[in-house]
């Protein structure tokens, strides 16, 4: 008796991926079969019960990422995020404009607070926690004996306080949200994933059998159709994972390294 050939189910990785991008492989996965009659599902050794489970596990992984996106921290974060950024480009605006000034104080503070802030020119554009130790070091340094003058002459010192109350609050807000994820929606998440994966596995053993299985050449090239479809999708999403990793990478500084524009 000849073996049938037909193309493996790639493997997906799909477990290291963050929240969201599982979520996608799986949503993009499901909808692969969701189309098919009862008929077609029985040609891929699958049951309309199977799929629906499947469906069933993605959806609660979407509610669950949607509870995590709307966290109240999280536009908490979003909001003091905005803020500290605007506070930042106010700072380094009079400080470039005080360069500019025909009164020679405020020429000479200027000055004096542009080779402070040089090393933090760019850091509205840093990552979230990387941000926040910026404007830490960036406080405590124009909060030195040598610069308080220089600070009050340019009119800044409320502009040095709120950006430090924006920056506290930006932190409390991300460190609430951590804490709260990590009692009320990590083991859920967890949990959710898993069982999804578990579904995924099982139902590729049943596409692989029912490949091997294939009684006609028909029915063979429909189950290695609907193969190829899934290694496409497993194909887009490793790509977008490679992509964000090396994004993430390229992002990350150097040690040692400053953020500049």
């Known amino acids: 008796m000849t073996m049938n050939v037909f193309p493996a189910i790639e493997g997906s990785s799909c477990y290291r991926y963050n929240n969201a991008l599982h979520m996608s492989f799986h949503d993009h996965m499901h909808q692969v079969f969701a189309g098919?009659?009862?008929?077609?599902?029985?040609?891929?050794?699958?049951?309309q019960a199977i799929?629906?489970?499947?469906?069933d596990d993605v959806e609660v992984e979407q509610d669950l990422n949607r509870k995590s996106s709307a966290n109240t921290n999280t536009i908490k974060m979003d909001e003091e995020d905005a803020e500290r950024d605007r506070l930042l480009s106010v700072m380094f605006y009079m400080v470039s404009n005080g360069l500019k000034?025909?009164?020679?104080?405020?020429?000479?503070?200027?000055?004096?607070?542009?080779v402070v802030l040089r090393p933090y020119k760019g850091a509205q554009g840093a990552a979230d926690d990387a941000e926040t130790s910026l404007i830490k070091g960036l406080i405590l340094?124009?909060?030195?004996?040598?610069?308080?003058?220089?600070v009050t002459t340019l009119g800044l010192d409320a502009t040095v306080d709120e950006l430090e109350e924006a920056n506290n609050n930006f932190?409390?807000?991300?460190?609430?949200?951590?804490?709260?994820?990590?009692?009320?929606?990590?083991?859920?998440?967890k949990d959710a994933r898993s069982k999804t994966d578990t579904v995924y596995q099982n139902m590729c053993t049943l596409i692989s059998a029912a490949a091997l299985m294939?009684?006609?050449?028909e029915d063979l090239e429909f189950?290695?159709?609907?193969?190829?479809?899934?290694?496409?999708v497993i194909a887009n999403h490793k790509t977008s994972y490679t992509q964000s990793q090396a994004q993430k990478?390229?992002?990350?500084?150097e040690e040692g390294e400053t953020v500049e524009n």
């Open 214 to 217: 294939a009684a006609t050449p």
């Open 36 to 47: 098919y009659l009862e008929d077609y599902l029985t040609k891929l050794n699958l049951t």
């Open 223 to 232: 189950v290695v159709s609907v193969i190829n479809e899934m290694n496409r």
């Open 171 to 189: 932190d409390a807000a991300k460190n609430k949200r951590t804490s709260e994820r990590a009692l009320t929606e990590g083991d859920n998440l």
């Open 141 to 150: 340094d124009l909060r030195k004996e040598e610069n308080t003058a220089a």
């Open 51 to 55: 799929v629906d489970e499947y469906g």
């Open 249 to 253: 990478k390229a992002n990350k500084p």
């Open 101 to 114: 000034a025909s009164k020679a104080a405020v020429k000479a503070a200027a000055q004096q607070l542009d």
